[in-house]
């Protein structure tokens, strides 16, 4: 069992910054992977970035390419996404999430990939 708390999130506007961080307990030697996914109001879970925890692999969504980047810090069990010049359509509600095996790797922004789940933090971009 992994347990998983988000914080950080808040209310910016347009072209603000914030950093968001998962912390996670538990059972960390059976997490591969780590990914945060959002969903705004009346739109379904998305992928937003993954990051491998063996080798610092990442990718990230077209939509935050150049704008989030995803991080962690394993001494800590703790990934971060920091994103850069928001916009209100970033505004939803942010997961974290872990899970493992190879899907880790083959599917990294897909939710079944994942099996434990933060209660999210909310994230509002006003312009």
């Known amino acids: 069992q992994v347990q998983l708390v988000e914080s950080g999130g808040g209310s910016v506007q347009t072209g603000g910054s914030l950093r968001l961080s998962c912390a996670s307990s538990?059972?960390?030697?059976?997490?591969?992977?780590t990914g945060w996914f959002r969903q705004g109001p009346g739109k379904e879970r998305e992928g937003v970035a993954s990051?491998?925890?063996?080798?610092?692999?990442?990718i990230h969504a077209d939509f935050a390419e150049g704008r989030f980047t995803i991080s962690q810090d394993n001494a800590k069990n703790t990934v971060y996404l920091q994103m850069n010049s928001l916009r209100p359509e970033d505004t939803a509600t942010y997961y974290c999430a872990t899970g493992k095996g190879g899907v880790c790797l083959s599917q990294p922004l897909g939710q079944t990939t994942y099996n434990y789940w933060g209660q999210g933090t909310q994230v509002t971009v006003s312009s």
């Open positions: 538990g059972d960390i030697p059976g997490v591969g992977c």
């Open positions: 990051i491998y925890r063996f080798t610092d692999s990442t």
